[in-house]
C-alpha cells in the first residue's frame, strides 16, 4: 500500500468511508485519535481498496 506511512487503523477507517459504511472509532491512545482524523487527507487507490476488501471473512469480530 502507497500509505503504509500510516498506522492500519487508519487505512481501514478509510476504506469503510470509501466503501459507504458508517465507522465509529475508539481508541484510548490520543496519538490513535488524532491520528484517525487523517482519514480525510488522502484517498485509497482501486487497488488498495481491493486488497482491504480482499480480507473481508464476512464475520463480526465482536459482538456488542
Known sequence: MENK???NGVQ???W???AGN???PGSSNEAHIAENFDIF???LS???MA???AIDRDERF???
Do not use: K, S, V, W
Open 5 to 7: 506511512t500510516l498506522y
Open 12 to 14: 481501514i477507517l478509510r
Open 16 to 18: 469503510h468511508l470509501q
Open 22 to 24: 458508517i465507522a465509529i
Open 41 to 43: 487527507d488522502f484517498a
Open 46 to 48: 482501486d487497488e488498495e
Open 51 to 53: 486488497e482491504l476488501t
Open 62 to 64: 465482536a459482538d456488542y
